[in-house]
């Protein structure tokens, strides 16, 4: 089946987020903006749209961890009373592989072998055919930002495996053999797309998940993004893939509108600001700060993905603990000015970074340091230097993360030239938290006592401040739990 008449029938469509394996019972579980932006779209241009998510229950304890689905029997069920047209997947990892698989073989079975089944999200974004040749019941898939490339693919014509071709993202199968075409369109205007179509879920169901980012979340919760991408392209990081390499802003009104539209029709009491680089342009997000003040919002907000250190100053840091921010991340990625630049293309000094956490720590704002171990080129003294450097600066948390090579990113390209991972690297889950490559001389132990270290090294050397923010409520991130687990550390 290669397209779909949209002309003359009404199309419709189920949108299902895919079941997942995941190895903790507490799993982050927010609204889908991505499915919920699709199904906007597709709901604007005609289609009848639907939204299923399985993995909103209780998790099945497994030998392997926690199962997030619900039994087979049922998956069937619901795709029998629903009779969808098309079945459009959201695959955001690789745990989630084997449930994308899973819905869609459910569905061919149950429905019929002709059912279009379509892939998204972060997977076949990032890992591209891979999603096909590891869900043989998957049809077709798209790459990064896709509203309005899937709407037209499926208000078009049926199209010729030879147009194929011109879908925009679009991953597919010719003659046996799976074919990728390039991500050439973003949206630059992202004000003409709707939003986010939360009537369509249980949207009351994932406000009272109680899924916390840095101490936000405990109350009823939604995410917004108020911007797409990031232009400052680091070797590492995958989102230029996703999103684009031009940072893409939505207009400060458009956005109050949906903070609005949350706080006032939804009951939103906190919001995750889930941007890669809210404050990349510091005047649009002193006036979104001013908007939320003028507007008397009530909501507390933080930004769980990092903030732009470059244009920070103390101006924006007080709007933005005025508008209700709770904290901030700022991505340090390594205290070595050398490995962040050299080696991380990360283009940001330590005095930059200082500067920004010296505004939002006097702004009254705890400021989360996200940090990387284990990147290619970094030695012993530079790892020292790292934890000299976020020692020395008044942050209330630092979270730590081992380097993952994604396909098509500079650091990928790079071990695969030194040969230290494979031309088929394909790690079976996509874990932060374990070393996925070795570097040449640096064991895994000791690797992973640089994670301990830098964790114990940070906690000690900031116990007064941390004690002060405990007693005057900022410290929300703190948990019994954590303190355990530093503590077992």
Known sequence: ?????????????????????????????????????IAAVLRERGFEVSIYNPTMGEPLKTADGYYYGVPLDKLTTIFQAARPDVIG???HNAYSLSGTELVARTAKSCLSKNIMTIAGGIYPSVYKGRILAECPSIDYAFQGESETALADFLGGKSLRPDELLSVDGLIFRSNNKIKVNDKRHFIHDLDQLPYPARDLVNIRAYMNMKSSLYGLGTKPTLSILTSRSCPNQCRFCNMWLIHGDTWRPRSPRNVIGEFELMVKKYGAEHIFVMDDNFTYDPERAKTICEEIIRGRLRFRWNTPHGISVKKMDFELARLMKKAGCLNVCVGIESGSEWVRNELMGKDISNQQITHAVTCLNKAGLPVCGLMLLGYPGETEDHFKESMAFVNGLPLSLITASFVFPFPGTRLYDQLREEGIIAHDFNPPLDDYLEPV??????????LKQRYQRL????YLSHIGQIAKEMILGRAKWITGKGIRRLLGS
């Open 1 to 37: 089946m290669a397209g779909v008449q949209g002309n003359s029938i009404s199309i419709k469509i189920l949108l299902v987020t895919a079941p997942y394996q995941y190895p903790h019972q507490k799993a982050l579980r927010t609204e889908s903006l991505g499915q919920l932006y």
């Open 455 to 458: 964790l114990m090294g940070f």
């Open 437 to 446: 490559f070795l570097l040449p001389g640096l064991q895994r132990n000791r």
């Open 89 to 91: 997947i959201t695959c």
